[in-house]
DNA sequence: CGTACTGTTGATCAAAGTCAATTGAGGTGG
DNA sequence: CCACCTCAATTGACTTTGATCAACAGTACG
């Protein structure tokens, strides 16, 4: 008998995309990487207010090859990143809230790729100059931009690695656990659950994998009882289970300290480690 | 009949690394995102010649998880970006000359992957105070070697796609198309043909296959005369007949030969966004 | 000379793709 | 309110790509 079908999870739903707290889910990721003070949160935060749009789901955040005016921060809702070849259309990353879409654009000058809405997303556009301004006068901030673009990179490593080497299942298992601990970085998974907007068509899709295949491999993991995605509600009863099923190591995350994130981050790190111009 | 057999081959072949020019390879392939000028490329010359080291075939030229002193750039010789795993070892990109490959740990704080000398390579090792040296009189060279990560990142998105939509013969046909594009980017690919010292074992891997099927795979290229590797080299005869078999589309190296635009688009950039050296 | 690596080939088998069809929810126009 | 449509999820039968297992040959090398 399966624990985790519909009855189980409904009780505690409210299906509304988490609320943000204080300080933008951005800020809040950026205490992984070197905690902020509060004058800075500020500054961010007033940053990101300049310019926020409503995209709707389905809709095209950033269209591959756009000249690149300003960079996107997501404060909400989820999309995900897609290239389209000749060969079809290929999800080549997720975007949760918090997320920085296009930094790399600025500078190769053409976005090699689109980011399109997954569910209805709240969008932070910083233009050139904003950007220029927070350097100038936070620069610990916009080298946290830094940071999180070249986290991604390793995430785009992982998901190599991922579809190479695991089958299916795994796979998918995988990317349940990547994001879930993408979630908690920024606060938005909790009791083992979160809200789940991805259909198993993309999931299949990022994952390398047919529709049907996705289906039946989430099956699988429903009866093994690892995870429950219903509802557009995933639940993952047991973590450790499911990290341990698919051999998800967070390291490629390059969060300082996985069993105490949040209360480490609150500390002030001394100046040499988030100095980058240390002395050699 | 075979046209790429050893006898087509052999008489053109001098079995050695093609020598560097006047220029260094990554300055020769940083022209490809803004032309450098005279003193520019003397000073990236200067610096890397400061400090370069031989390292042998098979050896560990960055190892995972150390800390980030200095950046490795390649001189010569081919390296390849490899994820230890529980799951194993996997190939997630290939280092040519001119690669930089450790920019991204300097900020992420320790290197999530390692790289690995496929043949002798020779690298320029720019540590910290000279990176800040080069920026501080040069930004537009240092600029530079963030396109060059950025582009890297790109390569890495594409290797998502060609894994995911594309069959043995067609991954490994898109790998090579790739290479000997970077290769041209640096003047390594001349006479439809360079050295290839890359093992069908190491494309297999790179390319999510088993080195049985690598190997079937290959063959099937050469029946098809399109690729031929003999003696540790490799011959396209025709280019763009490959780049069609496979469906090549080089956008995503982001080569910018074409318009001037762009490069005055580079010239606006935030300070900080070329600067690795903010005050914290 | 043995040892190890690379390339090669063949037989067998399983994981995943393809094709086809059904259900159910949600949305929309008449 | 119902007929109709689309999309997501689901299931089954069949096919195929590529993995697995098992050799073996050529070469380099200590």
Request: glycine content about 6%.
């Given at each position: 008998m399966p624990i985790l079908d519909r009855a189980a999870i409904s009780p505690l739903q409210p299906p509304v995309q988490q609320p943000e707290r204080g300080s933008s889910a951005l800020a809040h990721k950026l205490h992984h990487h070197a905690p902020l003070t509060r004058s800075?949160?500020?500054?961010?935060?007033?940053?990101?207010d300049r310019n926020i749009r409503t995209i709707a789901a389905g809709a095209t955040i950033v269209e591959a090859g756009s000249p690149p005016n300003e960079i996107s921060v997501i404060m909400s809702g989820w999309a995900c990143r897609v290239k389209h070849g000749s060969c079809g259309r290929q999800i080549v990353a997720v975007h949760l809230?918090?997320?920085?879409?296009?930094?790399?654009?600025?500078?190769?000058?053409?976005?090699d790729t689109s980011v399109e809405a997954i569910d209805t997303v709240r969008v932070a556009g910083i233009s050139r100059s904003g950007l220029r301004e927070l350097s100038a006068s936070y620069p610990r901030v916009s080298q946290g931009f830094w940071w999180d673009s070249l986290v991604s990179a390793s995430v785009q490593r992982e998901w190599i690695a991922n579809i190479c080497?695991?089958?299916?299942?795994?796979r998918i298992a995988h990317l349940i656990c990547e994001i879930?601990?993408?979630?908690?970085?920024?606060?938005?998974?909790?009791?083992?659950?979160?809200?789940?907007?991805?259909?198993?068509?993309?999931?299949?899709?990022a994952c390398g994998i047919t529709?049907?295949?996705?289906n039946r491999s989430l099956r699988h993991l429903k009866a093994l009882e690892l995870v429950s995605i219903i509802d557009r509600w995933l639940v993952v009863p047991d973590r450790s289970a499911l990290a341990a099923f698919c051999d998800f190591d967070p390291a490629f995350l390059h969060v300082r300290d996985h069993s105490r994130q949040l209360a480490e981050s609150a500390r002030e790190l001394p100046a040499t480690t988030i100095d980058l111009h240390a002395r050699v």
């Open positions: 800075e949160r500020d500054a961010l935060r007033k940053l990101l809230p918090g997320d920085i879409c296009d930094f790399n654009a600025l500078i190769t000058g053409a976005a080497q695991r089958d299916a299942q795994r879930a601990t993408r979630l908690d970085l920024v606060g938005l998974f909790e009791d083992n659950r979160c809200p789940f907007p991805l259909t198993q068509a993309n999931l299949g899709n529709t049907e295949h996705a």
